[in-house]
């Protein structure tokens, strides 16, 4: 069978990758003795992978179908859109803009697309890609949406699509990320902002669809979404509070976060076990690195509790964990992602994934007028701006804890979902073991005595090991998986979400 294709007119388009600019910036702090600043772009950033797959569907050989809607006026929130049925993927889709309220001029672009399954009951999932910098646009054409995007520009269907049971929608956040717009005098640079966007992103985006109002949802990321999902579902939980038996009421249920960034004093010392213990056989460092890591540890943590009391804390435990304890690790040569791979890191013209393809096709005219893009206010698409890095990074917000909000959400009842491939060194699943074991909940004795048991996935295949209390609060650790689990083991992350958002027994 033939690709589904989308043909296209291209112009030239550069990609500027935030690990990129994090080597180069690596190699003037080396020259000029210091150290730290952006190095914590690698646990925050979410860069993405080719995915390779048999073809699904065939060749039309047409251009997407689209109709174009005027902004809605007399809402509290303006709203521009498109509608496809056959760009990306077979189901029901909708893609362009929400104006936030709260914002000068703020303008969110977001990517939806009904369930496969069951639309007009499907719970509805929100995306978050970290960064903080970095396209949700991206993860859907290369991890878990309907449809991943090739080296040669077409499309092909991916049969594991997070929509294959719930209704999606990727977003754009925050302002100047991917295709999102506004005022840069009022741009965002740390969690206070995300969450407030995103429930008003919300709030137009139920407006738009309507018959999703009452549906369950949840807020699922990656990597610095270990920060934006808790804070944003937090937001809406307290939120809610006020908005019980009003529009405005958001039936949220749950989380999930995949290799996140979450509690950096807890989760930044067990670099050390990626280096000495990782599943892989792979050593990261030699004797005498080891022992001067491990000299540094009781210090590392020592910083990293006084934040956020201490703001300037906040960016000196960063800075100096990540030289003594991360830096090291990168002279091994190894994809900082997934460790199982070869990548030269201490260079500045060496990639650990080249997808400036997914650049190309997100910058073809007929890509992004087929998607409703803003072009007289939107440059060339980046995947991650390293300006959003670089203004979260100065706030301190990159080592800010964001454990309590999801304590909060467990003592509500809701669920959470931390999952972790094992094989990524930048947000270890060490790490995020320790974070969810030290968390204080009702329900943390329980969690902390739960077996844990093998994860069998619905084809008998050993997925990972698995710690679950009550349905309500489970780790789970993906075997041969790098730091973007829905692209390495795409069946194991569908599972996983189903049985989640399902409610199912892990």
Not at 255 to 263: F, K, V
Not at 330 to 352: F, H, V
Request: charged share 20%; aromatic share 10%; glycine share 8%.
């Amino acid at each position: 069978m033939a690709l589904e294709t989308t043909p296209l007119r291209l112009r030239s388009t550069s990609l500027q990758y935030n690990l990129r600019i994090w080597r180069r910036e690596e190699a003037r702090k080396r020259d000029i003795k210091r150290g730290g600043i952006f190095i914590l772009a690698l646990c925050a950033i979410s860069l993405m992978v080719m995915f390779v797959a048999e073809p699904l569907v065939e060749d039309n050989g047409a251009e997407p179908q689209v109709q174009t809607h005027a902004a809605t006026e007399g809402v509290p929130v303006n709203m521009t859109s498109t509608d496809s049925e056959v760009f990306c993927g077979l189901t029901t889709q909708d893609s362009g803009y929400v104006k936030l309220p709260n914002k000068v001029d703020d303008h969110y672009f977001y990517w939806y697309f009904e369930s496969r399954s069951q639309p007009s009951t499907d719970p509805l999932v929100l995306w978050l890609t970290g960064g903080p910098g970095c396209s949700s646009t991206m993860a859907l054409l290369t991890e878990n949406g309907p449809c991943h995007v090739l080296p040669d520009l077409s499309t092909r269907l991916n049969p594991h699509s997070w929509t294959n049971q719930s209704n999606v929608v990727w977003l754009d956040q925050p302002t100047t990320v991917g295709f999102t717009y506004g005022d840069e005098r009022d741009a965002d640079n740390g969690e206070d902002n995300v969450g407030e966007n995103i429930y008003y992103f919300l709030q137009g985006f139920f407006e738009k669809h309507p018959e999703l109002a009452g549906r369950d949802f949840y807020i699922t990321g990656e990597s610095y979404g270990g920060h934006y999902v808790p804070v944003a579902a937090h937001y809406l939980w307290q939120k809610n509070k006020v908005n019980v038996g009003t529009p405005k009421y958001i039936n949220l249920k749950g989380i999930a976060i995949g290799n996140g960034l979450t509690q950096a004093a807890i989760q930044m010392p067990h670099y050390i076990d990626m280096a000495i213990h990782n599943a892989y056989n792979i050593s990261l460092v030699d004797d005498a690195q080891l022992d001067e890591m491990k000299a540094v540890v009781p210090d590392c943590i020592s910083i990293l509790e006084q934040c956020p009391q201490n703001a300037t804390a906040c960016v000196d435990g960063e800075n100096f964990c990540m030289e003594k304890l991360f830096e090291p690790m990168l002279q091994a040569g190894r994809n900082p992602y997934d460790i199982r791979l070869p990548c030269k890191n201490d260079g500045d013209d060496t990639e650990c994934y080249d997808m400036s393809f997914v650049s190309k096709y997100l910058d073809a005219p007929n890509v992004r007028e087929a998607l409703g893009v803003d072009s007289k206010r939107v440059g060339a698409w980046q995947e991650c701006n390293s300006q959003v890095y670089g203004a979260f990074d100065k706030s301190g917000d990159v080592a800010k804890p964001f454990n309590s909000y999801v304590t909060d959400l467990l003592n509500d009842d809701l669920r959470v979902l931390i999952y972790a491939g094992d094989a990524d060194l930048v947000c270890n699943w060490y790490g995020n073991e320790a974070w969810t074991r030290a968390l204080q909940w009702k329900g943390r004795d329980g969690f902390n005595n739960a077996a844990e048991t093998a994860f069998i996935t619905s084809d008998g295949k050993d997925g990972g090991v698995v710690r679950s209390f009550n349905n309500q609060f489970t780790f789970l650790r993906v075997f041969n998986s790098g730091h973007m689990v829905p692209q390495d083991q795409p069946a194991v992350a569908l599972d996983m979400l189903n049985k989640f958002l399902n409610n199912e027994a892990f």
